[in-house]
């Protein structure tokens, strides 16, 4: 069964600071990840995926992800924090066998300090 | 292009009180989701329809929801009765249908239920 960890619920970093958001993720095939955000009051949007092409994803907004399929893991990254950043990041995972199946992450709310 | 519509955006209600929430989905989306997102965890599919047909529903409490999705197009989910555990956020997702590719969901803002 597929799965997907969070280290730590809430993240704060200073504005102008390197944003880093850890994902781990469990999968037995090959995994489709994602990073998806969500501001207060919003629904979810999909920040970047990884679909087995290359490892190095960038996304909207700055962020750029890695896929470490040794380390099992797909941390976000933005070298700049900007206080509109602020918001509730999920992890999520689905694979080739069920691509619609997306199995979500408990999320990391992002503070961002003036 | 307008995104997926979702009403109400807030519901608060009495526990054992039936509610029903209603989702428009992005024009020529065969494939609509309904997920629930307790406060403070990611959101967890509820059900998954394919035009008018579901496709997975295994997470549905079926004692007491229900979904349909008339026509293919817009999709209501009910809750009756209701309970405490059900206060959640509740998104609904579209997206087009391709068997070979991942199908970027799109996501409503959500209905806010509180049940007291």
């Known amino acids: 069964a597929q799965s997907v960890t969070q280290l730590g619920s809430h993240v704060s970093v200073s504005e102008g600071a390197l944003v880093l958001l850890r994902c781990n993720y469990s999968s037995s095939v090959p995994p489709y990840l994602f990073w998806y955000v969500q501001y207060p009051n919003q629904g979810l949007q999909l920040l970047l995926k990884?679909?087995?092409?290359?490892?190095l994803v960038k996304g909207i907004n700055g962020f750029e992800a890695e896929f470490k399929k040794s380390e099992t893991s797909f941390h976000l990254t933005k070298p700049s924090a900007h206080m509109s950043d602020a918001a509730e990041y999920f992890c999520a995972v689905s694979d080739k066998t069920s691509y619609d199946k997306v199995i979500f992450g408990p999320g990391t709310s992002l503070s961002v300090i003036p | 292009e307008a995104g997926v519509a979702q009403s109400p955006r807030y519901k608060i209600i009495e526990k054992r009180q039936s509610v029903a929430f209603w989702c428009n989905p992005i024009s020529g989306h065969a494939t609509l989701y309904w997920y629930q997102q307790i406060l403070g965890q990611g959101p967890k599919l509820l059900i998954q329809f394919q035009n008018n047909g579901v496709v997975d529903d295994s997470q549905l409490p079926k004692d007491r929801f229900s979904a349909e999705r008339l026509k293919g197009v817009d999709s209501t989910l009910k809750i009756q009765p209701a309970k405490l555990e059900d206060s959640a956020v509740y998104l609904c997702?579209?997206?087009?249908?391709?068997?070979?590719?991942?199908?970027?969901?799109?996501f409503g803002p959500g209905t806010r239920l509180t049940v007291l």
């Open positions: 990884y679909t087995s092409a290359a490892t």
């Open positions: 997702a579209s997206s087009l249908w391709r068997s070979d590719t991942y199908n970027e969901q799109f």
